[in-house]
């Protein structure tokens, strides 16, 4: 992905995130998967998502909402070292972070996010509207994917969001 060029999601209205929510949900009891969501700068929008569709105890195991480096630490088993090394917005953390959530809950497939939603938080190298997104379905490897969302922060959690759950459909199928 050019990180240079800012990602647009299209549709991030409520109805688009619950048709998101709905295919993932269908995805997921499809083949038999439970989700555990681990987000950061999203603060719990894609479990509520998720949980706003009916019968996603099928499919849902639980939702974290990690957002110091103390609850990266202690809910996820993301490293010191990671946090001071390489910051919570980092491919690296999403991984941890993605990774943690298999091993906390009993959930087969995990996603993450961590990224600075704004207005303020940015700096030149990692600026209001850089996200990561990790996915991870239990015995695979993790993937991450770096966004550059633009707008404001209800904009780039909407994206963050949309995002997180498209990844879902292509991990959970």
Known sequence: MDTTTPTIVEDVSDAALRQLAERVGDTLRLNRHMLCT?????GGWIAKMITDIPGCSDWFDCGLA????????????VRPETLTHFGAVSRETVLEMVSG??????ASVAVAVTGIAGPGGGTPDKPVGLVWIGWKRRGQYPVAEE?????DRE???RQTVAA????????AG
């Open 38 to 42: 681990a987000e950061s700068c999203t």
């Open 66 to 77: 990690a957002y110091s480096y103390e609850a990266k630490q202690a809910l996820l088993g």
């Open 101 to 106: 959530a298999l091993i906390t809950s009993g």
């Open 147 to 151: 966004f550059h969302f633009q707008g």
């Open 155 to 157: 904009t780039v959690r």
């Open 164 to 171: 997180a759950l498209q990844g879902l459909l292509a991990v």
